[in-house]
């Protein structure tokens, strides 16, 4: 019987803490490390906001090129 490989998305749960508070521009967010801030106009908004930039974040850091004489396991 021949193998077949399957090639499925799979999104990682990470927990970072993350602040929210309401400022004259709409709804802040903020995280400490990394250090990212969103601001929208509503809370929803600021939540969905973080958990993309958090996101994008994260990926560009898997994109970097290993350092010289480390490797990924």
């Not at 077949?4 to 400022?23: E, N, Q, S, Y």
């Not at 906001?49 to 994260?58: P, S, T, V, Y």
Request: hydrophobic share 40%; net charge negative.
């Amino acid at each position: 019987m021949t193998n077949h490989a399957v090639v499925l998305r799979v999104t990682p749960c990470l927990r970072i803490d993350c602040k929210f508070w309401f400022g004259d521009d709409g709804w802040y967010a903020s995280s400490e490390n990394p250090s990212i801030n969103v601001c929208s106009g509503t809370f929803e908004q600021a939540k969905s906001d973080i958990e993309f930039a958090l996101a994008k974040h994260m990926e560009s850091l898997l994109e970097r090129p290993a350092v010289a004489g480390l490797r990924a396991a």
